[in-house]
């Protein structure tokens, strides 16, 4: 069983900055990429950021510049915002696309519980 638990939420003033943290545990197998989403209220949960296994990240246009994906040798993932504005202000969600054994024959993803993330002054 794949577990994921976020942290490094809170308050933050426009033009602030946070840092998020996933760390991953139970049964992984192996891993195909690593994500953050966000979810505002009463819309849908979106990508923010993802990093491929292999190193390589992708954002969106409204976070690109401001926004950073990493993660350390263990199971744990980062997202590094800047220059946060009032519209980042949402549930962020940790997500991991992997295998739980040798045998799985597709990658599943994987949720964290969510963290609040709200700018405003």
């Known amino acids: 069983q794949v577990q994921l638990v976020e942290s490094g939420g809170g308050l933050v003033q426009p033009g602030g900055s946070l840092k998020l943290s996933c760390a991953a545990s139970?049964?992984?197998?192996?891993?195909?990429?690593m994500g953050w989403y966000r979810q505002a209220p009463g819309k849908q949960r979106k990508l923010v950021a993802r990093?491929?296994?292999?190193?390589?990240a992708s954002y969106p246009d409204s976070v690109k510049g401001r926004f950073t994906i990493s993660r350390d040798n263990a199971r744990n993932t980062y997202l590094q915002m800047n220059s946060l504005k009032p519209e980042d202000t949402a549930v962020y969600y940790c997500n991991l696309e992997a295998k739980e054994t040798a045998r799985s024959t597709a990658f599943r993803n994987y949720w964290g519980q969510g963290t609040q993330v709200t700018v405003s002054s």
């Open positions: 990093l491929s296994y292999s190193g390589s």
């Open positions: 139970g049964n992984i197998f192996s891993i195909n990429a």
